[in-house]
């Protein structure tokens, strides 16, 4: 190694510094954004990427590591980094209402101003001097004043108060309206006249003397309100005063494991919850032991039956449509009064189940759904399966005298599961967590009765997170939801751990 | 070697510099923006002048920006800017935007990413103002020129947060070729629907299709509401209506027709509208969207205000959806999105050319008196009463519980005083979980 990197020649690696320059400074401009904005944590997880980058490009020593540095770094940014954020939000209380920094719901409140009341407000007209400015103020009596910005205010007595806006005054000339306009954000920030009641521009028509109604206090770590003296303590995220009024704003901010908490030890959630579980382990064992029971047979009937070209090319059909598309589909046709099953079953039956208003035919009619849009993806998984079986052991069971029942149970089965068992323990991963189809069907109704959070009856667990989080998106709870999907993963995970674990056992069987 | 790696650190500190230098341009400025808007001293107040003396230098950059979600309206808007900038001096700039991303972004109030107004539908309103998102305005006067429910969709707390532009409610429709004239209670849509199902010219009544939105009139006509308004027009979670005699009347109207047969216990939305299109419905509750789709099925219709629970009571209301214009509180130039909103939108001639140019029932009365054809007058006497759809984020509970307690009625597990009071349960649990 040594000696190869001696051998490097330096005009290659000037290149190199080149590109590499060029791209710190993109990174530098995003971190610079990044912060901008405050996000701080993304901001240092794109610095460390770079700096681990740039480390990998210039210094030889680690050179061998160039073609998988930038694998990494994607996969720091797009899924390492989400998931640690994941969790940090589960520890915080981000979610509507509580979207700013502390510092930024501060800025907020002590923007607010707030007008005294008994104090006068005024029409004014714009009046400056090169670089200072001056208001005329027109009283709602009709008295009138001219106050500048450096601190004088005196009372004009003008000779034609019915003038629109009267010449210069003072050396100060009148400004139109297309001149005030644009500046008039930063007029709003300078104080006219005499402190400390100085007069502010309120709107492009209206002054008025106001004063700040919210002041910071950082020793008592409260907001005080500057009109009643009322004092709102910072408590878990909002400026909260003694009744309990929460001033809004309010600010993210840490709770430790009381998102956990919340949901773990909520009595509401228990009996729900519990359903959806089971459920959910019904459903994602039925959708992949079925789908692959029907892909392996459908494999098995077509393997030698001549044309089977097309037959196999129709059979995938279900595989491209977009899940979207065919659960739609697939709900208008089960529509028990004027889908064309529903109308079909209710012709030969008398009546068509209820398949969205009956739990038990709901949850029928999921799991053949799901079987239709999975058996495609088994049905190729396993016909490539039975070719890589040696026909040897079939024919020596031939010669002793097996079945086909028996060949096919003892011999061909125990292989195909042993090649396809990754596959199906990935696909019970993915129906644990099918939000589409549950969604899209029903949307996990019908509902339960007597459920205080509503739930339906084929809820599964990430569809009733889903609407526990996210019920509405006026009330987005994200750091419950975050909380929530740490646990999910904690279920979903150790699931599939013992499953590998089964697995493992089965291929050293 | 070393003297190699010498030279290297050089280049990178070169390069280092440079960037610096060039990040270091834009930081100056941004850092002591803020200072000076916290001062309060004649002095800061020079400084900012100059900085203000600047800006008028290069007043290109000043535009406002306004983010809309649907794009019917950015002609009208942009040229409603471009008068503004001829007397303002200042241009706007109109920007379609997703509703979701623009709700975000405003949320977010991420810095200078957002824009200085926008439209939205006020049911957005409850989570933009509870974030702070919101600048609230002033209309004055002009508040009385204004439908007085559209002002009460911008309401929230007590104060105005936005102009409104246009409101949006359900009719009611009857097939023309089998009704003659509207009936004027419920109980005559069901005698009316009766004779027609046996007749075995239409196959339903009417259909409904979630028991919430699209039935609301139903509901309201009995006397049912979902949550009360203060004196102020603000909607407030302490006053919950769904378990009043009027909407567990409602609904037990609706369960009296599944049971006799003649509404369907689960019907589509799509599906119910397709029943209607093809004649095999009488009536239906749904909104001017579908009004195309109906004119191209051909099927003769009519839409008028809703049936009353009993001859000579008040006709049912549905939900009114209000449109407005709102100003960030992010905006670095906030007052003067203020003054684009009520100096040039909220006026009689900016509504009317809106109106106009996007024929929507107007927020402006004597624009919304304006419209002359049959249709939309039968969408403004159905909802002339509208209340607006609650913005409170409790609202956000009510969906769910409410479709569960429809459809428990529907699947017979519960009466519908029961479904109703589970309903409000789920809300109150929520509402008190959410803190």
């Known amino acids: 190694m040594l000696t190869r990197h001696e051998q490097v020649p330096t005009g290659l690696y000037v290149r190199s510094v080149i590109v590499v320059s060029a791209f710190g400074v993109g990174a530098l401009w995003l971190m610079r954004r990044l912060l901008d904005d405050g996000l701080y944590l993304l901001s240092s997880a794109v610095a460390a990427v770079t700096i681990f980058l740039v480390l990998v490009y210039l210094r030889r020593r680690y050179s061998a590591m160039r073609w998988m540095a930038i694998g990494i770094g994607i996969t720091v940014l797009f899924a390492v980094y989400p998931i640690l954020y994941n969790l940090y939000i589960g520890f915080t209380n981000m979610g509507s209402g509580h979207l700013f920094t502390k510092e930024q719901a501060i800025e907020r409140l002590e923007d607010e101003q707030y007008l005294p009341q008994d104090a006068p407000t005024f029409r004014w007209l714009g009046y400056r001097k090169d670089d200072s400015f001056a208001l005329l103020l027109v009283s709602d009596d009709g008295a009138v004043q001219f106050a500048t910005d450096d601190g004088s205010i005196e009372t004009l007595e003008l000779t034609d108060p019915e003038a629109e806006q009267p010449g210069d005054i003072n050396g100060y000339r009148p400004m139109a309206t297309s001149e005030v306009a644009p500046m008039l954000d930063e ?35 409260a907001m005080v309100d500057l009109t009643d003296g009322t004092i709102y303590q910072a408590v878990e995220g909002s400026f909260v005063d003694a009744d309990g009024n929460a001033l809004i704003p309010g600010f993210m901010t840490g709770v430790g494991v009381d998102n956990f908490k919340r949901f773990l030890t909520n009595q509401n959630l228990r009996g729900p919850l519990t359903r959806a579980l089971v459920w959910n382990f019904v459903f994602a064992f039925a959708s ?21 070209r097309w037959i196999r090319a129709l059979l995938i059909v279900p595989y491209p449509i977009p899940v979207l598309v065919s659960v739609l589909i697939w709900r208008s046709m089960l529509n028990p009064d004027l889908g064309t099953i529903g109308q079909f079953l209710a012709r030969v039956f008398g009546s068509s189940p209820q398949f969205f208003l009956d739990p038990t035919w709901t949850r029928i009619a999921l799991i053949m759904v799901n079987i239709w849009l999975s058996y495609p993806y088994f049905y190729v998984i396993s016909s490539g399966a039975m070719r890589s079986i040696s026909t040897d052991m079939l024919d020596a069971a031939e010669v002793d005298g097996a079945s086909p029942w028996q060949e096919f149970r003892f011999i061909s089965l125990p292989q195909i599961l042993m090649i396809t068992m990754p596959l199906l323990i990935a696909s019970f991963s993915f129906n644990f967590n099918n939000f589409n189809l549950i969604f899209i069907f029903n949307n996990g109704n019908p509902p339960m009765a007597g459920t205080v959070i509503p739930i339906g009856h084929t809820d599964i667990l990430i569809s009733f997170i889903y609407k526990l989080a996210f019920v509405s998106s006026s009330t987005s709870d994200y750091g419950l939801g975050a909380a929530i999907s740490v646990l999910l993963f904690v279920v979903v995970g150790s699931v599939t751990y013992f499953q590998i674990r089964a697995t493992k056992a089965l291929e050293a069987r | 070697m070393r003297r190699k790696d010498r030279w290297r650190a050089g280049a990178l500190l070169v390069a280092l510099t440079l960037l610096i230098a060039a990040c270091g341009e834009s930081s100056t400025d941004e850092t002591s923006a803020p200072a000076t808007e916290t001062t309060t001293t004649t002095e800061a107040a020079t400084t900012t002048t100059t900085e203000a003396a600047t800006t008028t230098a290069a007043p290109a950059g000043e535009n406002l920006t306004l983010w809309v979600y649907d794009d019917g309206r950015i002609p009208i808007l942009t040229e409603l800017g471009e008068e503004f900038a001829e007397e303002y001096g200042v241009g706007v700039t109109v920007e379609a935007v997703d509703l979701a991303e623009l709700r975000n972004q405003m949320l977010l109030g991420a810095s200078g990413s957002g824009p200085d107004l926008a439209i939205i539908p006020h049911d957005n309103l409850g989570a933009l103002v509870e974030n702070g998102a919101v600048e609230a305005v002033d209309l004055g006067d002009k508040a009385g020129e204004y439908l007085p429910n559209s002002i009460d969709g911008f309401m929230y707390n007590g104060e105005l947060y936005g102009v409104p532009l246009a409101v949006e409610n359900i009719g009611f429709f009857y097939n023309t070729d089998l009704v003659d004239t509207p009936p004027a209670t419920w109980d005559e849509v069901a005698e009316v629907g009766r004779a027609l199902v046996d007749s075995g010219d239409v196959d339903v009544v009417i259909g409904l299709p979630d028991l919430t939105y699209n039935s609301y009139p139903v509901y309201t006509s009995f006397g049912g509401y979902i949550f009360g308004q203060d004196a102020s027009g603000s909607f407030t979670a302490d006053d919950i209506g769904m378990t009043n005699e009027g909407m567990v009347a409602g609904l037990t109207w609706i369960e009296s027709l599944v049971d006799e047969g003649l509404v369907p216990e689960n019907v589509d939305w799509d599906a119910s509208h397709v029943l209607f299109e093809t004649g095999k419905e009488a009536f239906i509750m749904t909104g001017p969207w579908a009004i195309n789709r109906f004119q191209d099925a051909g099927v003769p219709y009519a839409v008028s205000a809703f049936p009353a629970a009993e001859e000579g009571g008040e006709p049912g209301y549905p939900f009114l959806g209000v449109q407005g214009l709102i100003v960030s509180a992010s905006s670095d130039q906030l007052l003067l999105a203020e003054a684009f909103a009520l100096e040039k939108i909220a006026t009689e001639e900016s509504m009317k050319a809106i109106w106009e140019a996007e024929p929507r029932p107007s927020a402006w009365a004597s624009v919304f008196a304006l419209a002359d054809d049959a249709d939309t007058q039968g969408f403004n006497a159905a909802g002339i009463d509208a209340v607006p759809m609650p913005s409170i984020p409790a609202m956000g509970f009510v969906w769910d519980a409410w479709v569960a307690a429809g459809t428990l009625v529907m699947t017979g597990e519960l009466g519908p005083e029961a479904s109703l009071t589970q309903a409000v349960e789920q809300i109150l649990a929520q509402i008190e979980e959410s803190g």
């Open chain 1, 187 to 221: 007029l709003a920030d300078v104080a006219f006249g005499e402190p400390p009641t100085t007069i502010r521009v309120q709107s492009l028509r209206e002054a008025a003397a106001t004063v700040p109604r919210y002041r910071f206090d950082r020793d008592a770590d």
């Open chain 1, 288 to 308: 992949v032991a079925l789908a692959f029971s029907v892909g392996l047979t459908v494999a098995m009937l077509f393997e030698d039956l001549p044309g089977r």
